[in-house]
């Protein structure tokens, strides 16, 4: 169907229920299937409004915007034209809630503590990073959101296996459980994902990212 840059299609793309709940982010690729099987409409936000597109009179107005706005999209290169891809969908048929579990992962520990050593505070690739129980398993310590940290190599290696009082160093932040996951953080961050802050409360709305 579509000639395309795997990094176009590998974006992501924010789910909302039909009532406009948040519900999941998918990859574009998966987000024109649900479009181009008529079970998702496209939400986007122009002049404060919100208006809903399907995938014909979204493919029309991508023609327009290849000519005038080509900037401020991601392409798909099809036979004839090309597709901006969207940033919201909205599924027409699902009203379930969003789910509120953040699965325990090193991925999502790595982006709640931003990957950066909660003991020394710098940053670091995550090939530089561990994660280290706050209180050792030696000690009791359990596997869990508010026992494990990122740390660099050096730090854990002064810590040992040790608490941080028994090492002498102190924590930048204690460890907590997310109340979304903690992904979405660094989506929002970027620009082009802008749109997604009127649909994620971090009050309210959790949105479970796909593996």
Not at 5 to 18: F, H, I, P, T, Y
Not at 86 to 104: A, E, M
Not at 122 to 134: A, G
Request: charged fraction near 25%.
């Amino acid at each position: 169907m579509f000639g395309a840059e795997r990094s176009a299609l590998d974006s992501s793309v924010l789910v909302l229920n039909q009532h406009y709940a948040a519900v999941r982010v998918v990859s574009a690729r998966r987000a024109f299937c649900l479009l181009f099987k008529e079970i998702a409409e496209i939400v986007s936000i122009e002049d404060e409004q919100f208006l809903a597109y399907d995938f014909e009179s979204w493919c029309e107005l991508s023609q327009l915007r290849a000519r005038y706005e080509h900037d401020s999209h991601e392409w798909v290169k099809c036979v004839r034209f090309e597709l901006a891809v969207p940033r919201i969908i909205r599924l027409l048929f699902y009203d379930r809630l969003p789910r509120t579990h953040v699965k325990f992962t090193r991925r999502n520990i790595y982006a709640r503590d931003s990957s950066r050593c909660q003991y020394c505070g710098k940053k670091f690739p995550t090939s530089e990073l561990s994660l280290d129980h706050v209180v050792p398993r030696s000690h009791g310590g359990v596997s869990s959101w508010t026992n494990i940290v990122c740390c660099c190599i050096k730090c854990n290696v002064r810590k040992g296996g040790r608490t941080p009082e028994q090492a002498h160093i102190k924590l930048i932040r204690r460890p907590v459980k997310p109340r979304r996951s903690p992904m979405i953080a660094l989506r929002l961050g970027h620009e082009k994902y802008a749109s997604w802050k009127h649909f994620l409360d971090a009050a309210y709305w959790n949105v479970e990212l796909r593996e």
